[in-house]
């Protein structure tokens, strides 16, 4: 029980700033990731939370500008930073090796500014025509998808670095131990033909990335929730 107690608050703490104890068994890093989805619905549910509690005292675009901001600093940029250097290094155009090179590097080129800005953009533009249940909605299943898509990466493509952090979270875990994936069942259901973009957008970064790189890497998981979120409130704009 101490054991997945704590792979919960080592996934809190990696993928959001929320407080968590400070004193956490080293060994339950590896198992953190089956609680991505877990920790996507706490994120989700503060900013859910948020959204219900003030969209009918805020302009709509107030409210969605004022989300997005929340959203990004609850999980420290972590997932669009990713997005930003998986950008970077696809839009360089050059060989794998230094593709890998340019994602390491902490700078930021004009290719990730103009992804971040683009994302960013459209997530706000999204939550600020969605009305009523579906803007809280939403936001709880687009977090705890792109942490569901990023857990389902994790396991299911192989990684394009011989070392890394996410190398050390490729643990394959006991079926039993991937029961947060329950969570996203109820926004697969509402997403119904929708679910195709966020499928969609996914599948083709996969599928770049193992073209490119011959697998994914960190920053690739981060770009991956980051289509995933922005996708799933789209589709929810269309249902």
């Known amino acids: 029980m101490r054991l997945h107690l704590d792979a919960f608050w080592h996934a809190l703490a990696f993928l959001t700033r929320f407080p968590v104890p400070k004193q956490l068994e080293a060994g339950a890093w590896p198992h953190s990731p089956p609680m991505y989805p877990l920790a996507g619905a706490v ?31 609850l999980t420290g940029g972590l997932h669009l930073d990713g997005l930003m250097d998986t950008a970077d290094g696809f839009g360089s155009q050059r060989p794998r090796e ?20 683009l994302l960013l953009g459209n997530k706000a ?7 009523g249940s579906d803007l809280w909605l939403g936001i709880f299943t687009a977090v705890i998808l792109g ?12 990684y394009a670095r011989a070392e890394g952090l996410a190398q050390t979270l490729r643990t394959r875990p006991r079926w039993y131990r ?8 109820p926004g697969l ?44 409130l789209f589709g929810f704009l269309l249902t």
């Open 125 to 131: 533009v999204l939550l600020a025509h969605l009305q």
């Open 178 to 185: 991937l029961w947060p994936l329950l969570l996203a069942v």
């Open 189 to 232: 259901i509402l997403l119904h033909w929708t679910l195709l973009f966020p499928l969609l957008a996914g599948g083709m970064l996969i599928a770049a990335a193992k073209n490119k790189l011959g697998g994914l890497t960190g920053d690739i998981y981060g770009a991956l929730c980051e289509l995933v979120e922005v996708t799933v």
């Open 43 to 73: 994120l989700g549910s503060v900013l859910a939370l948020a959204a219900f509690l003030l969209q009918d005292h805020l302009p709509s675009m107030v409210l969605a500008m004022l989300l997005v901001t929340v959203w990004v600093y």
């Open 147 to 158: 942490r569901t898509a990023m857990l389902f990466a994790l396991y299911a493509f192989p």
């Open 98 to 117: 230094r593709v890998l090179e340019i994602m390491k590097d902490s700078r930021v080129g004009a290719m990730g500014v103009l992804a971040a800005v």
